[in-house]
């Protein structure tokens, strides 16, 4: 896919979910798309992300799905004109397929990223990279090659630009000396590539959906998340009732069928 570079400047919509006490503003946008497979076993059964959005600046950034910051915008706004407990949302915006953000500020990286209809936000060690020698162009800009290896044990590869000398990525992959145009995992069950560059003025502050939980480290997120794929009943405990999606009615003594993903964007 050709990769789309506007250098007009535009100004786009504040966030409507949390209000940042600073005003930030972004130097550059980019647009990017994934490609996952969940479940390592079943590589023909990959899903497509697009519109994710990288905001920054020489200080900060924000990533975010626009998907995602739509869906949630309309329950917000939804939840502002209740009346006698009653809320109207009419018909929905399509359910996000990537709820993660990850907001940077100074040398601080904090990821934000659900476990079934929570949230919990915690600050992400930073990525210890390695130069490589191979060189490449991607759509006519001159890249660079990287690796690095995460806390949680994936190998990722990624191609950054010094055309763009911002140490700026999709997600948590930050910290080299150019901005990331396209990063991906050993096995390629994970694949982020940049489709558009352009200005942009737009403000920069976390996208935090209320409610988020903020907790001290991320093992407690990983032990949730693990937690939960096991039992996907155990954030409904406390409730008479447990509704499956496709409407099947369980009870608390009934475990959902665990979730075989084995692949993880953290």
């Not at 924000?62 to 995602?68: D, K, L, M, N, R």
């Not at 996000?96 to 949230?119: C, E, H, M, Q, W």
């Not at 999709?170 to 145009?181: E, S, T």
């Amino acid at each position: 896919m050709t990769l789309k570079i506007l250098l007009t400047f535009i100004s786009t919509a504040v966030f409507t979910i949390y209000v940042s006490a600073q005003n930030d503003n972004s130097d550059m946008e980019v647009v990017y798309k994934m490609k996952y497979i969940p479940d390592s076993l079943k590589k023909e059964k990959s899903i497509l992300v697009d519109n994710l959005v990288l905001l920054f600046n020489n200080h900060s950034s924000i990533y975010f799905s626009q998907e995602a910051k739509n869906y949630y915008d309309y329950l917000s706004k939804g939840i502002a004109k209740m009346q006698n407990g009653t809320i109207s949302l009419g018909t929905l915006p399509d359910y996000p397929r990537s709820r993660a953000s990850v907001y940077k500020n100074g040398d601080i990286i904090t990821a934000t990223l659900p476990v079934g209809k929570y949230f919990y936000s915690f600050e992400e060690p930073k990525l210890q990279w390695t130069l490589l020698n191979d060189k490449t162009k991607i759509n006519g800009i001159e890249c660079s090659f990287a690796k690095t290896v995460t806390d949680t044990g994936d190998t990722f590869f990624a191609w950054y630009t010094m055309e763009y000398p911002f140490s700026e990525g999709p997600f948590r992959f930050k910290g080299l000396p150019g901005l990331i145009l396209k990063v991906f995992n050993k096995n390629n069950t994970i694949e982020i590539e940049a489709v558009e560059i352009k200005k942009s003025i737009s403000v920069i502050e976390p996208f935090i959906i209320s409610g988020s939980i903020k907790i001290k480290n991320k093992n407690i997120y990983l032990k949730t998340r693990a937690e939960y794929n096991e039992n996907p009943n155990i954030q409904n405990i406390n409730s008479g009732i447990i509704i499956k999606k496709d409407g099947v009615v369980l009870n608390n003594g009934t475990s959902l069928r665990k979730i075989e993903a084995n692949v993880f964007l953290d």
